[in-house]
């Protein structure tokens, strides 16, 4: 079997088994949220649900196309030598599955946000602002991809049933690039986002692996990506036509499942202590970094109220000096808090990272 050509068989099982792995990880996630931890979901569980609903949807329409032959490694992506009656058939199935990829590529996206939102602070108003501002480019980057799916060619039945009465508006391999060219900014942005906040952030050894295997994932991922491009834009420019179509599915589905892996992982992170502790009732802790605070400082104690979860949300505007009394005032607090306390009160704010201690760092 060639290296670009493989069986229509074998796309199947590699998607049906990423499918599986990620329905795995999502079971453990939902068991620790549900059942160990007796929280309610996120809103990062609900959009992990739902990608995996879509990616599911992407495996049983290339499920289709094998039924009909055309999932075959002699086949290429313009579907030569099939009837006209098949060709229709195909690429209806190939319209469904275009959008639902994109929506599972962005949900996943958008399921690492919200973790993100857990992760990060509202003390830390300029990555929340950062934060949000991936938000809003996700969101502007999925309208984009659905609606030059949708309406590159008018009317819409010209996805599937192409006559003179169509109008091309643009070429199927713009449609491609700027597609493409959305997702990989979005996932280069996701990408580098945490790496700020792991700058300040102590961890436990296993806690720190299981953070490095998840960017080495991320990597792969990217690279996965990056791939599909270069082989689809390759065979453009030389004007041939030698992928088939199932090593473009193949491309896409690990593309595609590997996201969706790497969106599950981080709320697994308890599991590494359990598996060190040999304890269910334990919760890995997550610590940053202590810094030292003047003690000329007024206490923020006398300027804010209390906070949940050892954070504020304050319609006043912080100043340095603001950010370095409230730190002070935190750090007498998680003084006199014991740790399990501490542990429930982020379990009971439905977060996947305790923080223990925060600070302003001094030059």
Same mark, same amino acid.
């Given at each position: 079997? *060639? !290296?670009?050509?493989?069986?229509?068989?074998?796309?199947?099982?590699?998607?049906?088994?990423?499918?599986?792995?990620? *329905?795995?990880?999502?079971?453990?996630?939902?068991?620790?949220?549900?059942?160990?931890?007796?929280?309610?979901?996120?809103?990062?569980?609900?959009?992990?649900?739902?990608?995996?609903?879509?990616?599911?949807?992407?495996?049983?329409?290339?499920?289709?196309?094998?039924?009909?032959?055309?999932?075959?490694?002699?086949?290429?992506?313009?579907?030569?030598?099939?009837?006209?009656?098949?060709? &229709?058939?195909?690429?209806?199935?190939?319209?469904?599955?275009?959008?639902?990829?994109?929506?599972?590529?962005? !949900?996943?996206?958008?399921?690492?946000?919200?973790?993100?939102?857990?992760?990060?602070?509202?003390?830390?108003?300029?990555?929340?602002?950062? !934060?949000?501002?991936?938000?809003?480019?996700?969101?502007?980057?999925?309208?984009?991809?659905?609606?030059?799916?949708?309406?590159?060619?008018?009317?819409?039945?010209?996805?599937?049933?192409?006559?003179?009465?169509?109008?091309?508006?643009?070429?199927?391999?713009?449609?491609?690039?700027?597609?493409?060219?959305?997702?990989?900014?979005?996932?280069?942005?996701?990408?580098?986002?945490?790496?700020?906040?792991?700058? +300040?952030?102590?961890?436990?050894?296993?806690?720190?692996?299981?953070?490095?295997?998840?960017?080495?994932?991320?990597?792969? %991922?990217?690279?996965?990506?990056?791939?599909?491009?270069?082989?689809?834009?390759?065979?453009?420019?030389?004007?041939?036509?030698?992928?088939?179509?199932?090593?473009?599915?193949?491309?896409?589905?690990?593309?595609?499942?590997?996201?969706?892996?790497?969106?599950?992982?981080?709320?697994?992170?308890?599991?590494?202590?359990?598996? &060190?502790?040999?304890?269910?009732?334990?919760?890995?802790?997550?610590?940053? %970094?202590?810094?030292?605070?003047?003690?000329?400082?007024?206490?923020?104690?006398?300027?804010?109220?209390?906070?949940?979860?050892?954070?504020?949300?304050?319609?006043?505007?912080?100043?340095?000096?603001?950010?370095?009394?409230?730190?002070?005032?935190?750090?007498?607090?998680?003084?006199?808090?014991?740790?399990?306390?501490?542990?429930?009160? +982020?379990?009971?704010?439905?977060?996947?990272?305790?923080?223990?201690?925060?600070?302003?760092?001094?030059?």
């Amino acid at each position: 079997m *060639a !290296l670009n050509r493989p069986t229509g068989a074998t796309v199947i099982i590699v998607e049906w088994v990423l499918v599986l792995t990620a *329905a795995v990880l999502i079971s453990a996630r939902l068991y620790l949220r549900l059942k160990i931890n007796s929280q309610s979901l996120t809103t990062s569980d609900v959009f992990v649900l739902l990608a995996w609903c879509t990616s599911a949807a992407y495996s049983s329409c290339d499920t289709i196309n094998l039924s009909q032959g055309v999932l075959n490694p002699d086949v290429d992506m313009a579907l030569s030598g099939f009837s006209p009656e098949i060709v &229709q058939a195909a690429m209806k199935t190939y319209f469904a599955s275009t959008l639902i990829i994109a929506t599972s590529f962005y !949900l996943c996206k958008a399921a690492i946000l919200s973790f993100y939102f857990q992760l990060v602070p509202p003390v830390l108003t300029t990555h929340r602002m950062v !934060l949000w501002a991936l938000v809003a480019f996700t969101v502007l980057g999925y309208i984009v991809s659905i609606l030059i799916y949708v309406i590159w060619t008018v009317p819409v039945h010209c996805n599937w049933s192409f006559n003179d009465t169509c109008n091309v508006l643009i070429s199927a391999m713009d449609i491609f690039r700027i597609g493409w060219a959305i997702q990989f900014a979005g996932d280069i942005f996701i990408f580098i986002f945490p790496l700020s906040i792991y700058r +300040g952030i102590q961890m436990d050894r296993l806690v720190k692996i299981g953070v490095y295997l998840i960017f080495a994932l991320g990597v792969v %991922n990217i690279s996965f990506c990056l791939s599909r491009f270069l082989m689809i834009e390759l065979d453009y420019v030389k004007g041939t036509k030698s992928s088939s179509l199932t090593l473009s599915a193949l491309w896409v589905d690990v593309d595609l499942n590997v996201g969706l892996i790497i969106a599950c992982l981080p709320s697994l992170r308890p599991y590494l202590r359990m598996m &060190q502790s040999g304890s269910r009732s334990e919760t890995p802790e997550l610590e940053l %970094n202590k810094h030292t605070v003047r003690k000329s400082r007024p206490s923020v104690k006398d300027r804010f109220p209390r906070s949940k979860g050892g954070f504020e949300a304050t319609n006043k505007s912080l100043t340095p000096l603001d950010l370095e009394a409230q730190a002070e005032w935190y750090h007498e607090y998680m003084s006199r808090t014991e740790p399990s306390n501490r542990a429930n009160s +982020g379990r009971s704010l439905g977060s996947d990272v305790e923080l223990v201690d925060a600070g302003r760092q001094t030059n």
